[in-house]
């Protein structure tokens, strides 16, 4: 059992909390047997962490695996799992995120985008790490079941348009016509406060509203589960 912070293993786990580590390292750390059990079915598990001996698991004391999580832990179970993440073929529809900064809207956003079948996720560099404590919490383990890519957004988006696909955006305007693509969607979400960029909204081919009564907007994440869902039923 290791005990003390001094520890070299316990440093470079520590060193996880943080997106700079987690991306040099291509590795991040999540906690509770849902996590757990959804990361095994997609292999991505390098080492299970737990305060009791069970199989070749690595072993802390409760205090060391407690400083490991911002949150307390109901059960004290931890894993290192591999963030390597392969590019998937562009097909089917695709989530884009313009400037996602809270960790627990983006977690539900991918949680939503597994369920709805938008499988590829592209977030553009000032979006919030996705492999964030919160976030990985958040979208209950449908963050293994997904593929996303951090790249450029305008420059992709002009990929995409070769590619035949539909420029979908969430937004406050007037719907500009009624849903009925008959090809593959990009739908890109807006940043919490400021929305989407006008550079993105300049490319779109059709922006979505959706009415509320007595309240001025959605949350972002409510806002994209319910167009995902409704883009999956077209």
């Not at 997106?19 to 750390?29: D, F, G, H, P």
């Not at 305060?51 to 400083?67: A, C, M, Q, R, Y």
């Not at 989530?95 to 977690?107: A, E, F, H, S, Y």
């Not at 963050?143 to 988006?157: A, G, K, M, N, R």
């Amino acid at each position: 059992m290791i005990t003390s912070k001094q520890n070299e293993t316990f440093k470079k786990l520590l060193k996880l909390k943080k997106a700079k580590y987690r991306n040099q390292y291509q590795e991040a750390l999540i906690f509770g047997h849902d996590l757990i059990e959804e990361a095994l079915k997609k292999n991505k598990v390098i080492q299970i962490i737990s305060t009791f001996p069970h199989g070749n698991h690595l072993v802390l004391s409760k205090e060391l695996i407690d400083e490991l999580s911002d949150f307390e832990m109901k059960e004290p179970i931890a894993a290192v799992v591999s963030i390597k993440n392969t590019p998937s073929e562009y097909k089917g529809n695709i989530l884009m995120c313009d400037t996602i900064q809270d960790p627990r809207n983006l977690g539900a956003l991918i949680r939503s985008a597994h369920a709805f079948g938008f499988h590829k996720i592209i977030l553009n560099k000032a979006s919030v790490d996705p492999y964030h404590e919160l976030s990985m919490r958040t979208s209950k383990g449908s963050i293994f079941h997904v593929s996303l890519e951090v790249l450029p957004l305008v420059e992709t988006i002009a990929f995409l348009k070769q590619h035949h696909y539909m420029i979908v955006a969430s937004s406050h305007l007037k719907q500009q016509s009624q849903i009925q693509p008959k090809q593959p969607i990009v739908l890109i979400l807006g940043n919490e406060g400021h929305g989407i960029s006008d550079d993105l909204l300049n490319l779109t081919d059709m922006t979505l509203h959706i009415p509320t009564v007595g309240v001025d907007s959605l949350n972002v994440s409510v806002a994209g589960s319910i167009l995902m869902y409704t883009l999956s039923e077209k």
